[in-house]
């Protein structure tokens, strides 16, 4: 990857590669605990998911994936059927890995497999003349006839603990590598007379890895048009799907319509009906049913009420919790703000640290003074409150009920329900005055 950064920490949907397979592993429900082995300096690792409940295994010495999977065994009771998957293959799904553990469950030794154009770096299958699987050959280690075989190993396996522990034990290294192969466990069972079976994979991207930012980029695409696909058949109309990003979970209602360069990050509900513009970036949201949001805005960890209308180009920072048909418009930002119904700040202003009532028109350039170098203030403004544009409120401050603030104000008092209060300069015209010039030569 040429990173300071671990390979399975990369992204991809917005999560590190390694998260997603242990996310897939607690999709089957295991029964015992999900175990993670890493290596020399992965601790890095360790503190990045540390939220994960998992057994960290340290595998001190990197002798191959037979190794790797024989460090964690001494966790694994002989009874329990034992799944392996590989940190850096990020895109297998639970349905196919159950099918793998079922056929582990009846006794045999399972392996994933897939058929593939262009099978150049895999290890190959080995069947004999009744089909049966026999082994696995490394690329590096394999013959002429063995490289045309096009029925790949994956490397996901699933056996009886019991069972793979002894065949751990038998492994040696007598190889191109030089490393314990966890694949000469097929050949072994075989000898054994032990059942081998395998399972398919149902599309060819579940069983891709990653080893360079070229492969990581593409699997991030095929994940993004997953994502778009699934979005689209839940009820929402995506005006290009190549031109989605999803970096969390989203939910939707019926009917919403989600324009070119969306951005979801974390976890966001979209009601009903919503519409998105172009280039919005949306993270930890909940929109509500019939709600527009134009082009080029940016919500994070807010609540959109019903019918309310966002945009173009405002900024809804966190802890905002609007109501319904509330208008924030463009060049707006909002933040630590409660807004109740009917309410509009539609241009040019800045809203912090705010409790707005209903009814409230905003006018354009007002801003809330929340912040006096060394604490946040609360702006209480009452309903049907009516601010004239280019006004400051200086926090803390409360505004009554029905109350009208002329344009131009800097309001640093509380200021009384249903009575017009503003704070200017006298104007003043000065007859006769000249604008200064410049001497010439």
């Known amino acids: 990857?040429?990173?300071?950064?671990?390979?399975?920490?990369?992204?991809?949907?917005?999560?590190?590669?390694?998260?997603?397979?242990?996310?897939?592993?607690?999709?089957?429900?295991?029964s015992s605990t999900i175990h993670v082995v890493y290596g020399h300096g992965g601790e890095q690792v360790r503190e990045a998911l540390e939220q994960e409940e998992v057994n960290w295994v340290?595998?001190?010495?990197?002798?191959?994936?037979?190794?790797?999977?024989?460090?964690?065994?001494?966790?694994?009771?002989?009874?329990?059927?034992?799944?392996?998957?590989?940190?850096?293959?990020?895109?297998?799904?639970?349905?196919?890995?159950?099918?793998?553990?079922?056929?582990?469950?009846?006794?045999?030794?399972?392996?994933?497999?897939?058929?593939?154009d262009n099978p150049f770096g895999y290890g190959r299958m080995?069947?004999?003349?009744?089909?049966r699987l026999t082994g696995i050959?490394?690329?590096?280690?394999?013959?002429?006839?063995?490289?045309?075989?096009?029925?790949?190993?994956?490397?996901?396996?699933?056996?009886?603990?019991?069972?793979?522990?002894?065949?751990l034990k038998q492994l040696d290294k007598n190889n191109a590598q030089g490393e314990y192969y966890l694949t000469d466990v097929i050949a072994m069972a075989a000898a054994d007379g032990a059942p081998v079976d395998s399972a398919s994979a149902d599309d060819e991207y579940e069983i891709l890895g990653v080893n360079d930012?070229?492969?990581?980029?593409?699997?991030?695409?095929i994940y993004q048009r997953c994502q778009a696909e699934q979005l689209m058949r839940?009820?929402?109309?995506?005006?290009?799907?190549?031109?989605?990003?999803?970096?969390?979970?989203?939910?939707?209602?019926?009917?919403?319509?989600?324009?070119?360069?969306?951005?979801?990050?974390?976890?966001?509900?979209?009601?009903?009906?919503?519409?998105?513009?172009?280039n919005c970036c949306i993270k930890n949201a909940t929109i509500g049913d019939d709600v527009v949001i134009l082009a080029n805005c940016v919500i994070e960890d807010s609540t959109i009420g019903k019918q309310s209308r966002i945009g173009p180009f405002a900024r809804i920072r966190p802890q905002?919790?609007?109501?319904?048909?509330?208008?924030?418009?463009?060049?707006?930002?909002?933040?630590?703000?409660?807004?109740?119904?009917?309410?509009?700040?539609?241009?040019?202003?800045?809203?912090?640290?705010t409790h707005m009532g209903s009814g409230v028109n905003v006018g354009a350039g007002t801003i809330t003074c929340n912040y006096d170098g060394a604490y946040k203030h609360l702006t209480e403004i009452g309903d049907n409150v009516f601010i004239g544009s280019d006004t400051q409120l200086v926090a803390p401050v409360r505004v009554g009920d029905g109350a009208t603030i002329g344009a131009g104000s800097t309001?640093?008092?509380?200021?009384?329900?249903?009575?017009?209060?503003?704070?200017?300069?006298?104007?003043?015209?000065?007859?006769?005055?000249?604008?200064?010039?410049?001497?010439?030569?």
Request: hydrophobic fraction near 40%.
């Open 234 to 278: 839940n009820g929402a109309t995506l005006a290009d799907p190549a031109r989605l990003d999803v970096r969390g979970e989203v939910v939707t209602g019926n009917d919403c319509y989600l324009d070119i360069n969306t951005v979801f990050e974390g976890r966001v509900t979209l009601g009903a009906g919503v519409q998105i513009g172009p």
């Open 137 to 167: 050959v490394e690329q590096k280690d394999a013959g002429e006839d063995q490289l045309a075989i096009r029925e790949i190993n994956t490397g996901f396996l699933a056996a009886p603990a019991g069972r793979l522990r002894a065949w």
């Open 320 to 353: 905002t919790e609007l109501a319904a048909q509330v208008h924030v418009g463009n060049f707006v930002e909002i933040k630590k703000t409660r807004i109740a119904t009917g309410s509009k700040v539609n241009h040019l202003s800045y809203i912090g640290d």
């Open 58 to 116: 340290l595998q001190a010495q990197q002798l191959g994936t037979g190794h790797a999977v024989d460090q964690a065994m001494p966790s694994v009771p002989d009874d329990d059927v034992l799944l392996v998957l590989y940190g850096d293959v990020p895109l297998v799904r639970a349905g196919t890995l159950a099918r793998l553990v079922a056929r582990a469950e009846q006794g045999s030794l399972a392996v994933l497999t897939a058929t593939l």
């Open 213 to 221: 930012r070229v492969q990581l980029a593409a699997l991030e695409r």
């Open 1 to 30: 990857m040429r990173s300071g950064l671990p390979k399975v920490l990369h992204p991809l949907g917005g999560s590190p590669l390694l998260q997603h397979v242990i996310r897939t592993a607690k999709q089957l429900d295991p």
């Open 411 to 441: 309001i640093t008092h509380d200021v009384p329900s249903d009575e017009l209060t503003l704070s200017r300069s006298k104007q003043e015209t000065r007859s006769g005055w000249k604008r200064p010039v410049k001497k010439t030569d």
């Open 126 to 131: 080995l069947r004999n003349v009744d089909g």
